[in-house]
């Protein structure tokens, strides 16, 4: 068997996994990684130079490469180019792109880094996984340092249509970038179709079915929907309801209604509209005021970069809002926590919590509504509320599936969860559970590998 090489921007340190974690690719990948992987990126250390020679470290049997990244590498590559350019451009969120071209040169530099650190490590016959967004040149830097082998991509996060991708100065650049791995990996059929859209609009490649063809090569473009360990997160989820910690939990509400929401305070998100929704929640339905709360956790997250400050100021000002507005002397509707909650805990949370509130503006995927499913108790279900624009919303339509962009939709959705009878709450639930225990971390890592081998 040939060894399997993973690659991401971050790599989760040895001895906290299974730990606390607030981000999708680690939680889905940790389940997965097998004695004899390597594993290899950044260190998350931010230092005067960027490496050159990695910090091994094992555990469980998997061998743990990293290395730091300079300051400015860290400023142009992951601050700029990556999280001020890609992440908003591929969310939809032009509005919010910013892009020079010095940025852009650290992005291409710190992915010849990684490259240049990586090859001394790699075997001929090693199978090369690479993720997101961070990295998509990695392979062109890798094939010009001689790596002949296999080498595959997944984007963890949506990718768009020719219409907005052209906004992106280097768009073709990243094409052909993309079109040098040998099998391109997307969350849904729809993000892949717009990048099949774009290979062949903008570089000219065409396109037989889902391959790409260029230049004597083709190039394999799948939908492989990233899943949890469903099994797992069920264990912990009806464990954890009878600790202490969730009986606290229970005595604070006092018999009320949870809605509940938890992610990295992110725009994708859609925080400020799903507050918004819930307010009109208790303007319009003023039956649910002193019936139900809502709890937010809302991870601190990439807090270097000017938009996420922006959105905690307008997060903070919003909770405050609504709690001046609606609160009564034994009675606060909104419960916002910007620290994360270790995972069994959360797990506890969302089985207990009658609403599953999930309302991104665009998401890749999002495992929080596959976490909420899982955590259920089937016999009395939870209702999860779903953003149309979530790619969970491709398997899960069995949920109340709303416009994030219109706040009374929300509130009309939460409206319906908080009436919905036991008997339909069972037969939504039942359909998603099993899709949830269908498509897993599991089924999606070895549906991505397979392809790979195959290439
Ligand atoms: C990217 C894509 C795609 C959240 N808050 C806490 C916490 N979390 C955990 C959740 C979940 C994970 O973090 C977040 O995963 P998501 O999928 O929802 O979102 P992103 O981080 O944006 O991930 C996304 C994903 O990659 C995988 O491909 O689904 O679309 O954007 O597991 O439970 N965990 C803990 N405390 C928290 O406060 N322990």
């Not at 050159?52 to 730091?68: L, N, Q």
């Not at 790699?122 to 001689?146: C, F, Q, S």
């Not at 768009?171 to 040998?182: G, K």
């Not at 339509?397 to 109340?400: E, F, G, I, N, V």
């Given at each position: 068997m ?9 790599v989760?340190?040895?001895r906290?996994?299974g730990?606390?974690?607030a ?6 990948l ?7 992987t ?10 005067e130079?960027?490496g ?17 990244l300079?300051?400015?590498d ?7 180019f ?16 910013r892009?020079?071209?010095?940025d852009?040169?650290?992005y ?6 990684f490259?240049a650190?990586?090859?001394?490590l ?25 790596f ?6 997944f ?13 992106l100065?280097p ?12 099998v ?35 190039v394999?473009?799948i939908?492989?929907?990233i ?20 009986q606290?939990l229970?005595?604070?509400l ?6 509940i ?13 799903r ?22 956790i809302?991870?601190?997250?990439r ?15 919003l909770?405050?809002d609504?709690?001046?507005?609606f ?13 994360t ?15 599953g509130l999930?309302?991104?503006l ?10 909420f499913v ?12 779903l953003?149309?624009?979530a ?5 899960l339509?069995?949920?109340?599936m ?7 939709d ?8 908080l ?8 037969a939504?639930h039942?359909t ?5 225990f269908?498509v897993?971390?599991a ?6 590998v ?6």
């Open positions: 040939a060894r399997l090489v993973i690659v991401s921007n971050r989760p340190p040895p906290t996994r730990a606390v974690s981000g999708g690719l680690a939680v889905a940790q389940s997965f990684v097998e004695p004899g390597l594993w290899f990126g950044w260190s998350g250390r931010v230092t130079e960027t050159s020679v990695p910090e091994m470290t094992e555990g469980d049997g998997v061998t743990y490469a990293t290395i730091d300079g300051s400015e860290y400023d142009r590559f992951y601050v700029g990556a999280n001020s350019s890609l992440w908003p451009l591929l969310h939809f969120r032009l509005g919010l792109m892009y020079t071209r010095e852009f040169a650290g291409l530099s710190v992915n010849e880094a490259a650190a990586l090859v001394p790699l075997r001929p016959d090693d199978v090369i996984w690479v993720h997101d967004y961070h990295l998509i040149p990695l392979a062109t830097a890798l094939r010009a340092r001689g002949a082998g296999r080498i595959g991509f984007l963890h996060i949506p990718f768009v249509p020719p219409s907005v991708l052209e906004a100065p768009a073709r650049e990243l094409l052909h970038a993309l079109c040098t791995y040998d391109v990996g997307f969350q849904t059929r729809t993000h892949l179709a717009d990048f099949l859209d774009c290979a062949h609009r903008f570089i000219g490649f065409a396109v037989e079915g889902d391959d790409v063809v260029t230049e004597g090569r083709r394999r473009a939908a492989d929907p899943g949890i360990d469903a099994a797992g997160f069920a264990r912990i989820a009806a464990r954890t309801v009878s600790t202490a910690y969730i606290r229970r005595e604070s006092a018999g009320r209604d949870l809605a929401s938890a992610e990295r305070l992110d725009y994708s998100k859609g925080l400020p509209n507050f918004d929704g819930f307010a009109r929640l208790l303007k319009r339905f003023p039956q649910h005021q002193r019936r139900v709360s809502m709890l937010q809302a991870a601190r997250s807090e270097d970069v000017a938009e996420y400050q922006a959105l905690r100021r307008e997060l903070d000002r909770a405050g609504i709690n001046g507005r609160s009564q002397f034994d009675w606060v509707p909104l419960r916002y926590m910007t620290q909650v270790p995972r069994t805990k959360l797990a506890g949370l969302f089985r207990i919590a009658r609403i999930v309302t991104p665009r998401d890749g995927m999002n495992l929080v509504a596959k976490e899982a955590a259920q108790d089937p016999a009395d279900p939870g209702v999860l509320v953003s149309r624009f790619g969970a919303a491709e398997e339509s069995d949920a109340l709303v416009n994030p962009y219109d706040p009374d929300i509130a009309e959705a939460m409206h319906t969860a009436e919905m009878p036991l008997e339909e709450r069972q939504r039942a998603q559970r099993r899709a949830v269908e897993t971390s089924s999606y890592c070895n549906v991505f397979d392809a790979l081998t195959a290439a």
